[in-house]
Each structure stands twice: as C-alpha cells, then as structure tokens.
C-alpha cells in the first residue's frame, strides 16, 4: 500500500501557474497557511520552461500589471538579463520557496477531493471537505483539508470532483447579446500548442526531420508566415484541438502537435525560403499550452458585451485589456486568418462575483478558468490578467479567513476592504484612488509638490495622468519630510517608478515588454533595471528629535512597499540615495502614511 500523508491549511490552491502562483503567495503574506498543489516538476504554467509562451496582459501604454507580477518581472530583469528559461524557472520557484506560510506540492496532481452535501449559505449545495493528490516522484498521496479552495488548473479539475457548475465550448449569440454570429451553442474552444523556439548560431547547422514530421509546404502557412528574425516569432499558431476535446483527446493531440512542430522546423530549415542555415532547434514542446477548456460558474458570468462596453463593477478586483482574441477550432489547419482580433477598452473592469463557485460554498478560482462566457475568456484568459485574479483571490480568502466568512460575505460586507487590500499592495484598480489618511494630507511637507499624497500610484485613465506626471522628481539624497504632530502611525506606503512602459530598456517593444524571449539570435539584447527605478533608499521616523531607521533598502527590486510601522512619531522622512540609471533623478511617484 502506498503511503498517505494528511496536511492542514486555510487555503489549498490546485494549479502553479501565474494564477496559482500569486494566489497562494498573495495569501501567504497575509498569514494565511497555504498548500500549493501543482502537477508539474516547474512552476509558472503556460509560461514555463516546458510550455515557453511569454507573458501577455492589457494592451496600450500604462496598462501594465502591478503588484506580484511586476516584483516578478522586476526579480526577472536583475536575475536574468539574457532571458534564459533555465534561470525563470528558479525566479518563479524562489517567489514560492520564499514564503514560509506556503508548502509547496510539486509533481503532485489532483485526482480525488471529499465533499459534503446540504443546503449552506446562500443557496450552496456542496461544500470541499479534502482533496487529494498523488506525488509520482515520492508515489505517495497527500490529502489536504483546507477552509478554502482555489482551482487555478486551468481545466478546472475540481469541477467534475466536487460536481461545481461549469460551461465548456460557445455560447450562441442570443444568450448574452454578445458579437457574435454563432446562432447554436457548441463545445468547440480554443486548441493548444507545443510551441518551438530557435537560436541563431555562427556556423551551418543541419536539420534532419523525424520520419514522422508532418510534411509542410508554403501554402500550408498561408495566413501565418513564419519569420525566425522577428521578436514577436512564438509560433503560437501551431494549434490544433479545438474541433476535438481539450481534456479527453490531450494525449493524442499531442502527439499530432509534436509532429506539426517539428515539421515546421523542417519546413524553416530546409524549404530555403528562408535564411536559417545557422539556426538551431533550441527547444521543442512536448507539454501543449491549452487555451481553454471548463469554466467556473460563479456569482456572476462575465460576458462580451461587459468588456466592450466598458461596464465599471462596484467590485472591481482587477483589470483586462487583451483584444478580443478568438481562434478558430480547426487552428492550424482552419483556411483563412487563426484568429479574431478586436480591440478592447484597456482597461476594462473584473468583478469579484466571477472568482467564486455558484454552487460550492468553499470555492475560489482564478486564472482562465473564471466565471464567464467564451468570447470573455478570448480576452481575459492572457496570464498577466490572471496573475490578478490570483492575487484578488488571495486577499479575499485572507478576509474570509479572519472573519468565518464565505466567499460570498466578502462580497456583501468586505468588498470595500478587498478593494483597499489589493491597492496597497500596488494592484491597479481602473474606477479606483487609492485613500490617504487625513493626517497625511494635514501634515506639512518640505516639497512643493502633493503629487507625492494624491492617492495615485500610476497612470490612471480616470485623471488623464501617466507614470511621468504622477511623480515627483528627486535628486538622489534629498530628503522628503512630512512634518507633524505626535501621532501613531500604523502604515507607511511608497512607490517608485518602475518604467511600466519599459522605455529605458533596450530592443524592440517586443523585447522590452516580455520576461522571456521567443528566438534567440546573436544580437538579442542583454537586459537590466529600469533606469527610473530607485535603487537604494532610507525611511526614518522621529520623535522629539530622536530618529529611528525603519527600513533601509539596497539594491532595490520593487517597485512599492507598504510598510506596517505601528509606532508614535512627528515627522516621516524618505531619502532616495541611488537610482538604477546613470544620472540622479529618482521619481517618486507616492509617499505617505496612515
């Protein structure tokens, strides 16, 4: 008999993507004990070194993502400035291993979970007692009973476990009003791909395909034309399965993937269509990147017709902006262009009502498994939105924990909280301002400038502002000093300039804007720190002329700090000392106190 291990926590999360990821980290810092649950050997999901799919998020200037996954990208940049997988991999792992309140459960698949039947709170019927999974490298079962639960898997594996509602394939159109001419509803999704990379060599390199690569010509890549010189060159279009099912017909799929990838790679090297003799296969994915298969019903279905509308939610929990991007079910071999592309605004409102089961009262998911319609999810379902909700997800359960709420009672009573939560960990909320405290906005300050106090911490489409005006400029060793009287002050909150826009780094937009590259060729930019970033600073308090270091930081990788201070004081002072560029101007876009 194989052994069987039992572990307690507040939250088990199913799934280590960039959803699963920031969900168990985001809980974890705020004291909840936290069980990370993955199948793979590798953290990151679709952006792994097994899948190799860049990141992507809101389109357009100042939309970028904050919060964990800019410290990530930031971690990124100073660790690896060659953009090697090998060295992501450990970015990701370390952001986990780092947090105490986390155990983390590699190679570890979820397969059974334990349910209660009855009627709870607000007309659940279910409710997640255990789940288990099976760990192939110790051959041992884990199971793990939790107060909560998060299906960050993308497949949504808790969905047949523990019976929650779930939709798969299109709706029709006349369901939700949404833009589409599908007139019947079907299961047909989005395919997966196993995505190949290259490097450019300084000498000829011969290719010699396997007997059962799928014989490609030029008119099989009408409407995809390959480049391998061309940063935005992932091959994403190497896609098939959609036409099938997702889940069941995985393995085969594969199998037809692996085949079509490496008869592209045929197709590059040996057509002489292009100039690739000094190119190298560098990688070939046997793992397929799925787009789509189950989605969650949760308290509210998130639909077309809310993104391109602009419809703001009171329960804002984070935002989108990738077009509306749906590819067709044949995938590579459907005639004609892969996929729809239309614009959407950027940013648009999530609610939180779509992060929570319909019908299992313990529930949470986050990633692109969330409560909405097809043509939502051809839009919301890119990664760096996700690693928003995973973040938005991890507050929440921290609520939910400290006040034996359901998810739902956060919503009724603590969305407020939720919203503060998320804002003071640097999440950008779009119909949001971060509050200040009115001793803050009383204090006096040594600076002819508010900027610092107004409650924005970046662009913000409500205020027509961008990352530039919304800072003060300091030199570096100038002090920044609010002024007093004596009183206790529970919280200090900084942002610096992390470049969103990443300007001051080399390459292409392309290259500038993504933690990893698609093809590696010999004048690929090596990266580093955005140069607006403050590199080394101090925070220190005074009271009656006495000071006290309260946090001095070098070598700084973070773009914000929120600082719990609980301590009496009559004056604040930050001191930018160094910047990651060359001159000494270091923007502060916020500095203040509560």
Known sequence: MLKRKHLECDLCVVGGGMAGMTAAISAAREGLKVVLMHERPVLGGNASSEIRMWICGAHGRDNRETGIIEEIALENLYRNPTKSYAVWDTVLYDFVRREKNITLLLNCTCMDAKCEKGEFAYGRNTKIDTVIGYQM???????????????????????????????????????????????????????????????????????????????????????????????????????????????????????????????????????????????????????????????????YMITQRDISDSRVFEDEIAYGGWPLDDHFPGGFYHKGVPNTYYKTPAPYSIPYRALYSKNVENLFFAGRNISMTHMAMSSIRVMATCALLGEAVGKAAAIACSNEFTPHDVYCTKIGLLQDMLMN??????????????????????????????????????????????????????????????????????????????????????????????????????????????????????????????????????????????????????????????????????????
């Open 425 to 594: 960990e640097d999440c950008f909320l779009p119909s949001k301002m971060r509050k200040i405290s009115d001793e803050c906005l009383k204090a006096k300050l040594n600076i002819d400038n508010d900027v610092i106090r107004n409650g924005q911490d970046r662009a913000h489409i409500l205020y027509n502002t961008d990352e530039s005006s919304c800072a003060y400029v300091a030199d570096a060793g100038e002090e920044i000093c609010y002024s007093f009287d004596k009183t206790d002050i529970s919280s200090v909150h900084i942002v610096f300039c992390s470049d969103l826009n990443r300007d001051t780094l080399s390459g292409s937009e392309c290259e500038r804007i993504h933690s990893t590259r698609a093809n590696i060729r010999l004048d690929s930019p090596q990266q580093y720190m955005p140069k607006t970033l403050c590199r080394e600073f101090a925070l220190v308090g005074e009271s009656d002329g006495k000071k006290t270091e309260l946090l001095h930081i070098s070598d700084n990788r973070k773009r914000s700090y929120h600082i719990n201070v609980n301590q009496n004081f009559d004056k604040l002072t930050l001191i930018p000392l160094k910047s990651w560029g060359d001159d000494s101007k270091i923007p502060v876009i916020s500095f203040d106190f509560n």
């Open 137 to 299: 490298t110790t051959q041992c079962f884990y199971e793990v009973k939790a107060r909560f639960y998060c299906d960050s898997s993308g497949d949504s594996i808790l969905a047949p476990l523990c019976d929650a509602e779930y939709r798969l394939g299109r709706e029709a159109a006349g369901e939700f009003g949404e833009d589409t001419d599908r007139e019947t509803a079907d299961e047909m999704t989005m395919g997966m791909s196993c995505l190949i990379e290259g490097r450019e060599t300084t000498q000829n390199i011969e290719y010699i395909s396997p007997l059962w690569s799928t014989k490609l010509t030029e008119k099989d890549f009408e409407n995809r034309n390959p480049d391998i010189y061309n940063d935005m060159e992932n091959f994403w279009y190497l896609e098939l399965g959609g036409n099938k099912n997702t889940i069941d017909d995985t393995e085969n799929l594969r199998d037809e993937l692996v085949a079509l990838a490496a008869g592209t790679w045929d197709y590059i090297k040996n057509s002489g269509n292009f100039n690739s003799e000094s190119w190298d296969l560098e990688f070939l994915g046997f793992l397929p990147g799925k787009r789509e298969s189950r989605r969650m019903c949760g308290e």
